[in-house]
């Protein structure tokens, strides 16, 4: 099944949203796979976020990722890209869904709560990026009460 690289943003955590985050994903249906709590340094933040190192917003970005701990997860499940990205709503909180997470707790782009891989491709890539050990196994009970196969 697919998979995706969830981060919780420093502003996400200092503002206690981690229960809430892994909240809708598992009462969505999806499966926890890996989860780390971890200040992340300077270079690995540049590499994490180094398709917009172009930006004139980079510097701040990866200061603002710095800033405090984060907590890396990757959560498993049928469409968990896309359907993630919906989760979490639009780059900028002003045009986020209400419902979404950025909709219903952020306000500025620059401390938008939450990090979601944009395509299956790059979730591999900051999957392998994030947890270079592996992930956990495990297959939960509840499978075929969420999904038909
Ligand atoms: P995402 O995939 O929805 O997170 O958005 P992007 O990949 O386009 O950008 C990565 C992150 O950079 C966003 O989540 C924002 O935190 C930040 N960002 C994007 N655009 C801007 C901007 O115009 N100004 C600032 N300060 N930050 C931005
Ligand atoms: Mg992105």
Redesign the pocket.
């Known amino acids: 099944m697919e998979q995706t690289f969830i981060m919780i943003?420093p502003d996400g955590v200092q503002r206690g949203l981690i229960g809430d985050i892994i909240s809708r994903f598992e009462k969505k249906g999806y499966y926890l796979k890996g989860m780390k709590f971890m200040n992340v340094e300077k270079s690995f933040a540049q590499q994490h976020?180094a398709?917009?190192s172009a930006?004139?917003?980079f510097a701040?970005?990866v200061d603002?990722i710095i800033s405090g701990p984060v907590v890396a997860m990757v959560w498993e499940g049928k469409d968990v890209v896309l359907t993630g990205?919906r989760i979490?709503g639009?780059?900028?909180p002003w045009e986020a869904a209400p419902g979404t997470i950025?909709g219903d707790h952020a306000v500025?782009?620059?401390?938008?709560v939450?990090?979601?891989?944009?395509s299956v491709e790059n979730g591999k890539k900051e999957i392998a990026l994030w947890f270079p050990g592996g992930l956990a196994e495990w297959k939960s009970n509840l499978h075929p009460w969420i999904y038909e196969n």
């Not at 500025?108 to 938008?112: A, D």
């Not at 939450?114 to 944009?118: K, L, P, Q, R």
């Open positions: 943003k976020y398709d917009l930006q004139p917003f701040k970005l603002y990205r979490i639009a780059t900028r950025r500025e782009v620059s401390r938008n939450i990090h979601g891989s944009d």
